[in-house]
């Protein structure tokens, strides 16, 4: 679908340089159990795409090669690879942090009864989607009935100890807008999610991020059929902050897809948009090469859809970037 998105590569965004790369972002297979309308993906229960067995095996081993601190997880829904909670184990013996990206409801999923202790055992952490507090809001965004499997799986996360202090075991949760508008401030919505979710559900938490949707895939496929990809492109570009480049994701994160291939963000990924080798752009690295070759220092490649990380007060897999230090 994103081949019929206005997106080009010829842009006026400004040029960015990778640092030493610290987060290895790995997309296991685009298969999921639910279908939001603002999925930059394009997932669900009908997609195939998954990661072999072949290229699973790589990523410890770059791990471990090139010394990444976090591993995060992604997808579709990630724990639906067959290889999830192996790759969990070999990353977590290696001492390094692993990020869950998780949709909530996948833990009702047959032979997902146990996933939940399985995260907590492994000490992982779990960032999870909830683009609102209220019922009717999550329902039109992700589905009939999303909102109370959320909260079920919410609060089985909480009596393992997920979001309460002193646990060791953190819950972050994800807000996207309901539509073509940037994210409010995240400090002043976070308190409003944890009032409310305490409130009338007793749930905690530890941190909410706000992201903007990126005008790419189902979400940009959207904002085409409205009449909207326009005027939507032009509020991102209008509210560039050149101070969010200090630390947009793309400087210190590898993206890698279900085939093996390198990209410099999760966005990238969506538009083919590969990490070329050496400048040629018809070409495109493997996860392979991470064992023999070190990326800091080289161009990232940019395009119209990078002044949706910058809008604002910026966006990236850690949410708002406004506040935070630059290096």
Same mark, same amino acid.
């Given at each position: 679908?994103?081949?019929?998105?206005?997106?080009?590569?010829?842009?006026?965004?400004?040029?960015?340089?990778?640092?030493?790369?610290?987060?290895?972002?790995?997309?296991?297979?685009?298969?999921?159990?639910?279908?939001?309308?603002?999925?930059?993906?394009?997932?669900?229960?009908?997609?195939?795409?998954?990661?072999?067995?072949?290229?699973?095996?790589?990523?410890?081993?770059?791990?471990?090669?090139?010394?990444?601190?976090?591993?995060?997880?992604?997808?579709?829904?990630?724990?639906?690879?067959?290889?999830?909670?192996?790759?969990?184990?070999?990353?977590?013996?290696?001492?390094?942090?692993?990020?869950?990206?998780?949709?909530?409801?996948?833990?009702?999923?047959?032979?997902?009864?146990?996933?939940?202790?399985?995260?907590?055992?492994?000490?992982?952490?779990?960032?999870?989607?909830?683009?609102?507090?209220?019922?009717?809001?999550? %329902?039109?965004?992700?589905?009939?009935?999303?909102? %109370?499997?959320?909260?079920?799986?919410?609060?089985?996360?909480?009596?393992?100890?997920?979001?309460?202090?002193?646990?060791?075991?953190?819950?972050?949760?994800?807000?996207?807008?309901?539509?073509?508008?940037?994210?409010?401030?995240?400090?002043?919505?976070?308190?409003?999610?944890?009032?409310?979710?305490?409130?009338?559900?007793?749930?905690?938490?530890?941190?909410?991020?706000?992201?903007?949707?990126?005008?790419?895939?189902?979400?940009?496929?959207?904002?085409?059929?409205?009449?909207?990809?326009?005027?939507?492109?032009? *509020?991102?570009?209008?509210?560039?902050?050149?101070?969010?480049?200090?630390?947009?994701?793309?400087?210190?994160?590898?993206?890698?897809?279900?085939?093996?291939? *390198?990209?410099?963000?999760?966005?990238?990924?969506? *538009?083919?948009?590969?990490?070329?080798?050496?400048?040629?752009?018809?070409?495109?690295?493997?996860?392979?090469? *991470?064992?023999?070759? %070190?990326?800091?220092?080289?161009?990232?490649?940019?395009?119209?859809?990078?002044?949706?990380?910058?809008?604002?007060?910026?966006?990236?897999?850690?949410?708002?970037?406004?506040?935070?230090?630059?290096?």
């Amino acid at each position: 679908m994103h081949a019929t998105l206005p997106l080009i590569e010829e842009t006026g965004f400004p040029a960015l340089r990778r640092r030493r790369s610290t987060t290895l972002q790995v997309n296991l297979g685009y298969r999921c159990n639910q279908t939001c309308v603002h999925c930059h993906v394009n997932a669900g229960p009908t997609r195939r795409e998954m990661m072999n067995a072949e290229v699973l095996a790589l990523v410890p081993q770059v791990l471990a090669k090139r010394g990444f601190e976090t591993l995060d997880l992604t997808g579709g829904a990630p724990e639906l690879h067959e290889g999830f909670r192996q790759l969990v184990r070999e990353a977590r013996s290696l001492e390094i942090k692993v990020i869950d990206r998780c949709n909530l409801t996948i833990l009702f999923e047959p032979g997902q009864n146990d996933l939940a202790g399985f995260l907590a055992g492994q000490q992982v952490e779990v960032v999870a989607s909830l683009p609102c507090y209220s019922r009717e809001n999550v %329902d039109k965004q992700r589905g009939e009935g999303v909102f %109370d499997k959320s909260i079920a799986a919410l609060q089985i996360l909480n009596e393992l100890g997920y979001g309460r202090p002193d646990s060791g075991l953190t819950l972050q949760l994800v807000y996207n807008p309901q539509g073509p508008s940037l994210p409010p401030d995240q400090q002043g919505l976070e308190a409003d999610y944890k009032r409310e979710l305490y409130e009338h559900f007793g749930i905690v938490f530890n941190r909410l991020y706000t992201l903007a949707n990126m005008p790419i895939q189902r979400f940009g496929s959207l904002l085409i059929s409205k009449g909207q990809f326009n005027t939507y492109m032009r *509020l991102l570009k209008d509210n560039f902050r050149a101070a969010n480049l200090a630390d947009v994701m793309c400087r210190d994160l590898i993206s890698v897809d279900w085939r093996g291939y *390198l990209y410099d963000c999760d966005f990238n990924q969506q *538009l083919d948009l590969a990490m070329p080798a050496d400048g040629d752009t018809a070409s495109r690295r493997h996860l392979a090469e *991470l064992l023999n070759t %070190d990326l800091s220092g080289r161009l990232i490649r940019v395009a119209d859809h990078c002044y949706g990380c910058t809008a604002g007060q910026g966006s990236s897999c850690s949410g708002a970037l406004q506040g935070e230090t630059g290096a």
